[in-house]
């Protein structure tokens, strides 16, 4: 394998984690991050569930027909920002397309194929690294209504065509598992993953950054990649001190890497989606969750980090600026209430957006593009920490020409060629 100098642009937990591989692989590497640390965008303070069994594309048969139903209302799992424009109208109507059975088999296998690898990945990293970052263990998705759970039943019987640890449970077998669970809010049943797992991902982020510094991983904080220049056979990237060379680049700068990647001729629908947490302290142990609780209706996840609860969920399409929407907390607020009220004081929860890059279609896009040398690593939603570690790992292995250790069919760029 020849040493290449490589720059990744973007210090999410997705850039980080290919910074590393590259160079564990032996590559000289840089990370470029327009802000102070790591981890500070999409990757902040998202749920952190890292479950495989989870990852799931939000397009799925019925589920569009109930985010429409709630969409208008007061607490809801989708907002569509008023005034919406093209862009947005135009991304919406390839999303809808992606909601019929076949294409959510599709998406679906695509997603669990590089989240079941990433899984593995992750934990070999985590235990190589001495990584600790406050993980549990279980995934327990709750089911308000048996409408809800009959709407599930497509991803269930999935779970047992691809032979998916899972349990469906009665409401009181829910409770057993999780006792701290409001027994005055409406439960019909529950599905149990027990082989999922949560954590906090912007820690894990900050300490593998540091395990990356060790093995020679040099990061430009602070600094804005404004454009990228294919010169001959090598890159040139100008950013705010001036321009900085390589011999190749992996675009990994969430919804930025459409900016960056426009100019080349490289055209993705990826599109800004605002997702929401309130992360509050622990006033009640032992009425606080355990394992990571998913609220289907309202696609909220509630996690516990340490000694904190987190509440997240809702996305808001059409506006990237970083004001929270009051509609997106009273949502969160309300499922926390509704399942955990005497854990925690949510209405004097921290508050946080971030802008998640989304593909219409859920599966991200990795690897090489048409221009020479320019690769990508982008497009993962909100399941980018449950695909992070196996994605970087793919990243590495084909810019070191070699073949990637699972099938990476549907997860190029060649799905929108």
């Given amino acids: 394998?020849?040493?290449?100098?490589?720059?990744?642009?973007?210090?999410?937990?997705?850039?980080?984690?290919?910074?590393?591989?590259?160079?564990?692989?032996?590559h000289e590497v840089v990370v470029i991050e327009r802000n102070q640390n790591v981890a500070q965008e999409a990757s902040f303070a998202h749920a952190g569930i890292i479950g495989p069994g989870y990852v799931t594309p939000w397009t799925m048969p019925g589920r569009l027909q109930r985010l429409m139903a709630r969409w208008r209302k007061t607490e809801a799992p989708l907002v569509i920002a008023r005034g919406a424009d093209r862009a947005t109208r135009r991304w919406l109507g390839r999303w809808m397309a992606e909601h019929e059975l076949e294409r959510f088999r599709i998406n679906r296998?695509?997603?669990?194929?590089?989240?079941?690898?990433?899984?593995?990945?992750?934990?070999?990293?985590?235990?190589?690294?001495?990584?600790d970052y406050e993980q549990t263990d279980g995934v327990l998705q709750l089911f308000r209504t048996e409408h809800d759970r009959k709407q599930a039943e497509t991803v269930i019987a999935l779970l047992g065509e691809q032979e998916i640890v899972h349990r469906l449970l009665t409401a009181d077998e829910a409770r057993e598992i999780e006792p701290a669970l409001a027994s005055e809010t409406r439960l019909a049943g529950a599905l149990y993953m027990p082989e999922d797992a949560s954590g906090n991902c912007p820690l894990f982020t900050k300490k593998l950054r540091h395990a990356a510094q060790s093995i020679g991983v040099h990061f430009y904080l602070g600094s804005t990649v404004k454009a990228i220049e294919p010169?001959?056979?090598?890159?040139?990237?100008?950013?705010?001190?001036?321009?900085?060379?390589?011999d190749a680049v992996v675009v990994a700068a969430g919804v930025d890497s459409a900016r960056l990647l426009r100019p080349?001729?490289?055209?993705?629908?990826?599109?800004?989606?605002?997702g929401y947490s309130a992360t509050a302290s622990i006033k009640n142990f032992d009425r606080a969750p355990q394992a990571a609780i998913v609220d289907e209706a309202y696609k909220v996840a509630i996690t516990r980090l340490g000694s904190r609860v987190r509440v997240a969920g809702t996305a808001l399409l059409g506006e990237t600026r970083d004001a929270l929407?009051?509609?997106?907390?009273r949502t969160l607020m309300k499922v926390g209430n509704d399942w955990f009220p005497q854990a925690a004081n949510y209405t004097t929860a921290n508050f946080w957006c971030?802008?998640?890059?989304?593909?219409?279609?859920?599966?991200?896009?990795?690897?090489?593009?048409?221009?020479?040398?320019?690769?990508?690593?982008?497009?993962?939603?909100?399941?980018?920490?449950?695909?992070?570690?196996?994605?970087?790992?793919?990243?590495?292995?084909?810019i070191s020409g070699q073949a990637p250790e699972i099938d990476i069919e549907g997860l190029t760029l060649s799905r929108y060629g």
């Avoid at 593909?359 to 399941?383: E, F, K, M, Q, S």
Wanted: proline share 6%; net charge positive; aromatic share 6%.
């Fill in 354 to 398: 971030g802008v998640q890059p989304m593909l219409p279609d859920g599966p991200p896009v990795l690897g090489a593009t048409p221009v020479r040398n320019v690769y990508v690593n982008i497009g993962h939603g909100a399941n980018g920490w449950a695909m992070a570690a196996g994605s970087g790992r793919i990243l590495a292995n084909l």
């Fill in 264 to 274: 080349l001729g490289i055209q993705l629908p990826l599109h800004p989606v605002k």
């Fill in 109 to 131: 296998e695509r997603l669990q194929r590089l989240a079941y690898y990433s899984r593995a990945v992750q934990q070999q990293l985590a235990e190589a690294c001495q990584i």
């Fill in 325 to 329: 929407h009051q509609g997106a907390l």
């Fill in 1 to 26: 394998m020849t040493q290449k100098q490589i720059v990744v642009v973007g210090g999410g937990v997705i850039g980080v984690c290919t910074a590393f591989f590259l160079a564990d692989a032996g």
């Fill in 231 to 246: 010169q001959g056979g090598r890159i040139s990237l100008q950013i705010d001190e001036g321009s900085f060379q390589a």
